[in-house]
C-alpha cells in the first residue's frame, strides 16, 4: 500500500543524499504531479480513509443556514430554497451549496451545553467537557491515531489542521498533534536557507553527536529525540510535500474554490486527501455576529462559505473520493434565535445544527426537527459525543476502542457517545 | 600510531580527566583493548610512561561515585543519603558511578535557574578544586548573585503548575501571575505563606492604572470557579495537599478513598469567592477582581449556608465545608463583619482553609514530593500530586522524614533545594549499569535512583540556554526581551496541555518544534557568522581548530569531544574548504540540535 507518488527522476529514495537532490525536484511542474496524482487515486480510494472538519469559529448562526423559520418572528429575513436532497431547503444565501445537499445531511437536533467560546470548542473537539486534570484528544488526533495503519508510509503529518490551531492530542501524545500550515500551505520554518549538501554535513554531524549520547545507553528519551529528528527530515525532504503546494493548482480550480483563505484551504485540503492525509481541519472564523448579523451573514460569510464548500464537496465526489471521506461542518455553539437589540444572535447551545456528509453516511437526510420558533429541539436530542461517534462509524472505526489517560483512567472512544441512528441504514 | 595514542597528558589532566569521565574512558580504552599487533613492542617506553602517567591523573581528578559519607555536614542531606541507599541494598542494586564534574554543573544550573552554565561558569567549576565547591556553588545559585534568575526559573515552573499554559483564558492575566511569582520567589518567601496567597487571594489580577487593589496571586483561583468552581476545588487539593478529588465530582472514586461528599463538602470553602468581571470604556473585558461575598446558602439560609450535590442516582444530597481530615468549620456563609451591636459574625472560609491546609501533614508531603520529582525527575509516587493509600511512595521514610523537615525548617524552599542537589542521587552519573540498568521508572518500575534520570528541558530551560550558549544573554531583562521570549514560547510550547506537570521523562517534541530548532531564527541568529557574534570571536581566537571545537562543546555541552567528534568536525572543515567559521557554524547547529543538548542529564 503505497501513497507515494513515482518519482519523476527515479532516485533511491533511501540514500540519505538523494532527499537533499529532492530539493530541485521540487521544482517539478504541478501537471505531472497532479497527473500521477489521478493515476493514483483509483488505487487511494480503495484503500484510504480520510475525514475533513469544517470548523467555524465563533459559533454560527445555524438557524439561518441550515434550518430556517421563515414567517417565525426568530426567522429573520433569509428566505429558504430547495436543494438537490428531497425535502431539503436551506438559506438562499447558498445557493452552490443547494447543489450539492444530495451529498450531505443535516442533523437539525443538536442540543449541548456548553456556550462559552473556549469550552464549546473543547467539547466539540472532544466529545468531552473540559476538565483540569485531563486533556482529552480531539477529532484529529483520535483519527488520524486510529487510521495509523494506513498512514504507515505517509511522511507527512497525519493530522493537519489549516489556519489557527485546533485542539491537541492530550494523553494520545505528541506524535498525533495537529501539523499547522497557513491555507496558502506554507509550512514554517521548513526551510534551512542553505544548499543540500552542506544540510547533509549538518545531518551527519548531528547524526554523530546523537548516536554518541544514545550508545551511552542513558534512557530512553535520547533515542526517542532521534526518532523525532529522523521524522522531520523525512518531512523536510519528502516529495509528498508538493500536495501543500495549493498555489500550484490550475487557475480553474482556485477560481472555483474562491480567493479566500478559507477556499484556499478548502482546496489544499482536497490535495491532502489525495495524498492519503487521514484527518485535515480547515478554519472559517467570523462567526461571533452580537451585531448585524444578517448583512454580514449575506455578503460576507454565507457567499465565501458557499463557494468553497459547494467546490469541495463537489470536487471530491468528482473524483470519487467522496465515498472514502467524511465531511463535518460545525462550530462550537450556534446563536439565539431571538434577535437581539443590537440586529444580532447571541450564543446558543440548545438548538442547533451540524452538517454530514462524505463517507459512510446516508446522504440527503434531516435527523431531528425543531420547534416553530427554533428554540427547542422536539425530537431526540444529540450531542458533541454522538457526533463523533457518527463520525466514527462512517469511517468504519470501532466504538468499542479504549484508551488509557495520563493518570490511568479508562477513555472510551467518542466519550461512549450513541451513533446517530437516521445517518446510516 | 597517533590515532591510539591518548592526548597529551597536561591537556588530558586539564580537559580531559576533569572535564569528562568520558575522557578518561578513552584512555583506558587505548590500554586495555588489545593494541594492534606489533604496537606495544614497537611503542617506547616512554609512551607506555605517559600513558599510565595519564591514566593516573585521570584516576584521580574522576570523581569516584561519591561516598556515602559525603553529606557535606547537612543532616538531611546525611538522611537522604542514607534512606536511598538502602533502598539499594534492599533491591539488590548499586549505584552508577558520580557524574562528570561539567555533567554536575550544568545539572545544577538547569535545576536551579533554568539554564546551562555559561562557557565561564563550567571552566571556573571544573577548575576549582576546593573540596566544598559543591555546597560553594550552591550556595551562589541560591543567593543574591543569581536571585534574577532564579527567580525566572521558578515563576516558569510554577506558573505552568498554578495556571497551566493556555493563553486563551480571559479571566487569567499571565503578566500578573508572573508578577506575583517573580516578587514572591525574589524574597523567598516561606512555601505556607505562597501557599496561603494563592488559596485566600482577593484583588485585581492585572497590575493598570486604572484599577486599584493588583494581587497578582489572585489569578489562581479567577480562572477555575466557573461551575461553583469545581475547577478550583480540584486544583487546590491536588497542588497543595497531593489528593486527586476531580473524579469525586460525581461519584466515588474508583480506586482510592476519596467520597463524593468530600468533594462537595471541600467545594464548600470557595462558595463564598466570585471572580468579577470589571470593564472600562469599551465591553472588552479589560480586568477580573476576586472577591469574597456573602454567600447565602442554597437553601436560603446564610447562618447554616448549605450547598447541594447530586449523587448519581438523583438524589440530592448536602454539604457543608468540612475539610479533608474532617475537621468542620462554621457553617456560616457570611464574610466576616461586626455587627451594630459590636458582635462579630461570619467566617472567610477560603481563609480557613488555608489554615487547615496550612497544618495538614499532606501540605508538606505534597511539595516535597513535587520537588523532588523536578530534580530527580520522578517523584516517589507517580503523579507527583497523588498521594494517598492507593499509590504507596516508593521512599516512605524518606518523603515523611524530609516532609517534616521542611516544616521544620518554616518551609524554606531554598533549604530543601540545598538538601536535595547536594545528595548523592543527585550526584549520579545518568549512565545506567549492568547493575542497575533494570532501576527504569520509563518502564513501569518505581524508582530507586540508582542513576540520574534523563529529562527534557522545558521550553523555558531550552529558551534561556540556547541565550546562553551563544552569548545572547546580554540582552536578557527588559520588555522587549520578555516579548520574545514569549512569541517563541508560543511558537513552541503547543498549547496542548501536555505539560501541565506531567513527567518530563519522555522526549515530547513534534515535529514543528523540531523544525523550529534546525531552521528557526534564534538558530538561525545563533549560528549567524557575522561580526562581532559568538561564533566570529570563536573562530577569530587564538586556539587552534581542536580548541575551537573543544570551546563550542564546552559552551552547549559542558563537556570535551571525543576523538571521532573532533574527526567528523575536522571533515566538516575539509568539506567547507576552509571556510572555518561556515564549519563551524555547522558544527555548532549540530551541537544545539542534538538530543544532549535539550536533555538535561
Redo the contacts between chains.
Sequence with gaps: MSSRVDLPIGMNRRHFISHLAGAAAMAAPATAFTNSLRANATDLKKRHKSAILLWMGGGPSTMDLWDLKPGAPTGGPFKQIATSADGIAICEHLPLMSKQMHHMSIVRSMSTREADHMRGRYSMHTGYVPNPNVEHPGYGSIIAHELAEQVADLEIPPFVSIGSGSVGPGFLGMTWAPFQVDSNGNVRNLDMGIDPGRLEQRLKMLATIENKFIAEKRGGSAEDHRKVLDKTVKLMTSKQMEAFKVMQEPKEAQEKYGSSGFGRGCLLARRLVEAGVPFIEVDLGGWDMHADIFPALADRKLPELDKAMSALVSDLADRGLLDDTAIVWMGEFSRTPTVNGGGGRDHWARSWSVVVGGADFNRGVVVGETSSDGKEVVTEPYASQDVMASVLKSLGLSLETTFTAKNGRPMKIANSGKVIKELFT | MDSVLPPRVEDMAMECGQFSAEGSVMVWATVILPLPPGLLGRSCWLVRIAILAGLFLASVARPASPAESEHFGIPQVKFINEQISSHWTDAGLKPSEAAADGEWCRRVYLDIIGRIPSLDEVRAYVADSSPTKRPDLVDRLLGDEFIDDYARNWTDVWSTVLIGRDV??EMVSRPGMRQYLRRSFSKNIPYDRLMEELVTATGVNTNRKEADGFHGAANFLSG?L?ENGV?AT??TA?IFLGL?V??TQCHNHPFNKGKQNQFWELNAFFRQTRALRRFSGTRDIQWIELVDEDFPGEGGNAEEAELYYELRNGLMKVAYPVFVDGTEISRSGYVPRTLEGGEGIGVNRRRELASLIKTSPLMPKAIVNRMWGHFLGYGFTR?VD?LGEHNPPSHPELLDGLAEQFRQQSFDLKELIRWIVLSRPYALS???TKGN?RD?P?LGEKPKFT?F????MRAEELYESLLTATEADQSRGGEEAAKKKDEWLS?FI?????D?G?DA????????????M???DLI?QATNAGKGGFLDRVANGSMKNAGKITTLYQSALARNP?A??VA??NE?LV??KGDAIGALA??W???L????F??N?
Excluded at chain 2, 503547543?494 to 501536555?498: E, I, L, Q, S
Excluded at chain 2, 521523562?505 to 523550529?516: D, H, R
Excluded at chain 2, 540540535?593 to 544532549?596: G, I, L, Q, V
Design positions: 486563551g483564558n477555575k466557573d475547577q480540584a486544583k491536588q486527586q476531580q473524579c503523579p497523588d545518568s549512565k545506567a540498568h527504569d520509563a542513576h534520570y534523563l529529562r527534557q511558537q503547543t498549547t496542548f496541555g501536555t501541565e506531567d521523562t519522555a522526549f515530547n517534541g513534534s515535529i514543528p518544534q523540531v523544525l523550529m534546525f531552521n528557526g538561525k571525543s571521532k567528534e567528523a568536525a566538516m568539506a567547507r555547522d558544527i547547529w549540530a551541537v540540535n542534538s538530543n544532549e535539550i536533555i542529564h
